[in-house]
């Protein structure tokens, strides 16, 4: 017994192929916990057997043998882990037997003059023997074993890759004919291959190609011979020498649709035009069916249509929530004292304490009254800085002889609070920009530059103001989130006559580099400004201590913090 591991077409030299021979039966039978596949066949004929992966395909070339009575497929055999067989005359004085596995498993062969069996375990339940003979399920006689029988050698397993690969091979050559090398390549992956004559005469010699793609492997042994392949659109691959394809190329063309599902099919167009054969190939996008119709050469459009399945993917979506916080505070301190002194018959500084109005007996009057016949005094004190609006106001009036003094205290603490949150949310396709305002456009004038203002032209630029959220996501291979964020807070604040508008900002731009869901800090800005205003009675305001009994003092402190917060989410 020979024991052999799952293996993907790894070949030596073939004998040459002997007499025609006859197959009499092909029995799968239990042999206690293995099951066994049991070739019945003339003494002339030569098996040869390898096992391909995905899927597990068990392949028996029998050399010097005719097909005969054999049927070409035989279905719902569905027993010891064999699910249908599969026969053909592969080519003249040979047939090839396919069993197709529902698992790999090693497996021994064993083989005597006219029998050929193989054995592997079981990977199902017990099972009643099949036979391509009707009433063939008796007990097969063992036969001396041959042991001359050159034995089809193969290497390790291969490995399966990811969906959408092309499956990998390991094969080895030592003189083999380029006909068998094609025709192993052809029933490992499903495709039909159609030599030329010269290519068919050709003689495979030392290679040995260790887990590598299909179409790889093969396009290094038929380079080595100075051949090369194309696969027409009905799926039949071609190989012949290069001056051959080329020729094919050049006699050939074909025109193709794409559909393109998700892309854009003017986009797609531009990237295939520059792939098109200059003066010969043509690249129309269609919009009505987002399309784009190529007519090329076969090599150029099936180079056209990997990378269109590359292109046209379906693109992940970003839900962007941003949150712009803004707080403005403002403490306003306030002290002041105004005196008045006035004369009760003569002049009078009215500002602050109304007298009787000499012109308009029995009314007061706030008007300034100077009397140029009398000798009077009158006084006024800080009554032009007083404290807008007070909290608090103390009058204190006193009178000697004909003047009357009076002292107004006006004291203010005032404190102010705003605070203004947005949340603006979006959702976009991956690599594209998104924008969100809340906020209107501002009409701005705008004269023409170097002329006079009588004559200039006046034009109207409109200014974007208020949340404004502009955004380009792109998603990593490792699921992070790459930003181009710009998080914005505008606003019209005063109209000046002689400039135009003051506009207020509040801008946040920058790239991040994000996990899904984390929250990130883009901006922060604290601004802290104080004011102090001191006015009063010329050198009287300086006298220590009581130099605040002659001055008006204001104290105002303006604090504002801006903070940006951003927040990414890959949609499901």
């Known amino acids: 017994m020979i024991w052999k591991p799952i293996v993907a077409a790894a070949l030596v030299a073939l004998p040459a192929v002997v007499s025609p021979g006859d197959i009499h039966e092909v029995r799968v039978q239990p042999a206690g916990a293995d099951t066994e596949i049991v070739i019945l066949t003339g003494e002339q004929v030569e098996p040869r057997e390898f096992l391909l992966t995905g899927p597990a395909r068990l392949i028996v070339d029998l050399y010097g043998a005719e097909i005969g009575d054999l049927r070409g497929s035989y279905e719902g055999i569905s027993r010891g882990g064999i699910t249908r067989m599969r026969s053909s005359q592969f080519r003249p004085g040979v047939v090839r037997l396919i069993f197709e596995l529902t698992v790999s498993a090693e497996y021994r062969t064993d083989a005597t003059a006219g029998r050929f069996s193989l054995r592997f375990a079981n990977p199902g339940d017990s099972f009643t023997p099949w036979s391509t003979v009707v009433g063939g399920d008796a007990p097969l006689a063992m036969a001396d074993r041959n042991p001359a029988r050159t034995v089809f050698r193969s290497e390790e397993s291969v490995r399966e890759v990811l969906q959408d690969d092309p499956p990998r091979i390991t094969v080895a050559y030592d003189s083999a004919s380029m006909l068998d ?67 094919r190329d050049t006699l050939q063309t074909e025109t193709r649709v794409f559909r393109i599902n998700y892309a854009s099919a003017d986009s797609v167009a531009a990237t295939l035009f520059g792939l098109a054969t200059p003066n010969r190939g043509q690249v129309v996008s269609y919009q009505g069916a987002n399309s784009v119709i190529v007519t090329d050469v076969p090599s150029v459009v099936a180079r056209m249509d990997t990378l269109v399945r590359n292109l046209d993917r379906k693109t992940p979506q970003v839900s962007i929530e941003a949150k712009i916080i803004f707080v403005d505070r403002t403490d306003v301190n306030s002290l002041g004292i105004v005196y008045d002194l006035k004369d009760r018959t003569g002049n009078s500084i009215n500002d602050v304490v109304g007298v009787q109005d000499p012109l308009d007996p029995g009314t007061l009057t706030n008007a300034t009254l100077v009397d140029l016949s009398g000798e009077s005094i009158a006084a006024l004190a800080n009554a032009n800085d007083r404290v807008l609006a007070p909290s608090l106001q103390i009058l204190a009036t006193t009178a000697f002889g004909s003047f009357s003094l009076a002292a107004f205290l006006d004291a203010l603490e005032q404190h102010q609070l705003s605070d203004v949150q947005a949340a603006p949310s979006i959702q976009v ?67 000046l006559p002689d400039v135009g508008f003051n506009f207020t900002q509040q801008l946040g731009q920058t790239r991040l580099l994000l996990d899904d869901g984390e929250t990130m800090v883009i901006g922060g800005l604290t601004l802290s400004q104080v004011d102090r205003n001191e006015s009063g009675i010329p050198l009287l305001m300086d006298i220590p201590v009581l130099g605040a009994l002659f001055r008006t003092t204001k104290n105002t402190e303006t604090k504002q913090d801006l903070i940006i917060l951003v927040t990414p989410h890959i949609v499901p």
């Open 429 to 495: 396709v991956d690599n594209h920009n998104a924008r969100i305002q809340v906020g209107e456009k501002t009409p701005i004038r705008v004269l023409e530059q170097g002329a006079q203002a009588a004559n200039a032209t006046v034009n109207v630029q409109f200014e974007d103001t208020g949340i404004i959220l502009d955004v380009t996501p792109h998603i990593t291979n490792n699921n992070q989130i790459l930003l181009d964020i710009s998080a914005e807070r505008s606003g019209l604040q005063t109209d």
């Open 181 to 247: 090398v094609l025709a192993g390549f052809s029933e490992f992956a499903g495709v039909s291959i159609v030599p030329s004559a010269g290519a068919a005469d050709a003689i495979v010699r030392g290679v040995d190609i260790r887990n590598q793609r299909w179409d790889v492997a093969l396009d290094a042994i038929l380079a080595s011979q100075g051949l090369g392949w194309r696969m027409q659109s009905e799926g039949i691959l071609i190989v012949d020498n290069l001056e051959g394809l080329r020729m």
